[in-house]
């Protein structure tokens, strides 16, 4: 029977995989962009906007007008 340590702690970290890690960075970054999409869209003014959209249809090849 081996002499109990009173140095020796018993608590236990917790591990995080890499998995959970990549979860969490991908959660960061999709909250980065929609806070960036809504302060962009937000304080653009409406013709820019428009603009933006009109090149976008243009270089999907939509037909707008």
């Given at each position: 029977m081996e002499p109990i340590s009173k140095t020796s702690s018993a608590q236990?970290?917790?591990v995080?995989?890499?998995?959970?890690?990549?979860?969490?960075?991908?959660a960061v970054a999709a909250i980065l962009l929609g806070v960036f999409l809504i302060a962009g869209t937000g304080f653009a003014s409406p013709n820019v906007l428009h603009n933006a959209a009109?090149?976008?249809?243009?270089a999907f090849a939509f037909p707008c007008h």
């Open positions: 236990s970290h917790p995080v995989t890499g998995e959970r890690v990549n979860a969490i960075y991908a009109h090149d976008a249809r243009h």
